[in-house]
C-alpha cells in the first residue's frame, strides 16, 4: 500500500500546494546518493525544514528534503463540493476511486490506488480553476 505520494508527484505538488499542507518529507540519503521515497518520513515538512536551516542553508535544506503528502493530507485539500457550470458537484470517496458527482459524474479517477487518485483529482481541479 502506497503511504504517500512519491518524489514525482511530491515534486509537481510543490509547485501548485502549500508546503505547510504536506504532512510527511521524503528525504536525500548521501550514502545512497538517492531519495529515500520507499521510506518517507511522517514529520510535518515545514517541521523538518525548520530544523535542517538550523545547520544548512536555504539551497541545501530544499535539496534534503521534498515535501510530501499522505492520503490523509491530499483529502484534506479536496474541496466538500464544487460548483461548475451551474451545478454542484459532491466529493465521494469510496474503494474504488474519488468521484464529484450529482446525477452525473463530473469528474473521477480509479487508479486502484487512492494516494494517486488524490493526486490526479487534485492537479485536474487546479487545472480547471476549482481549486
Known amino acids: 500500500m502506497k503511504s504517500c505520494t512519491d518524489l514525482g508527484q511530491s515534486r509537481k505538488l510543490s509547485e501548485i500546494l502549500s508546503p505547510d499542507s504536506a504532512d510527511m518529507v521524503i528525504t536525500f540519503d548521501y550514502i545512497n546518493r538517492e531519495y529515500t521515497q520507499n521510506k518517507p518520513i511522517a514529520r510535518p515538512y515545514l517541521e523538518f525544514r525548520t530544523e535542517l536551516l538550523r545547520y544548512y542553508d536555504e539551497e541545501e535544506a530544499d535539496k534534503m528534503a521534498v515535501p510530501a503528502w499522505s492520503l490523509s493530507a491530499l483529502l ?56
Open 76 to 131: 484534506d485539500v479536496l474541496p466538500e463540493h464544487i460548483r461548475f457550470d451551474g451545478h454542484t458537484w459532491k466529493f465521494q470517496l469510496d474503494h474504488g476511486g474519488i468521484y464529484y458527482m450529482n446525477a452525473y459524474t463530473y469528474f473521477s479517477s480509479s487508479t486502484g490506488v487512492l494516494v494517486d487518485d488524490a493526486f490526479e483529482t487534485i492537479l485536474c481541479l487546479k487545472e480547471k480553476r476549482l481549486l
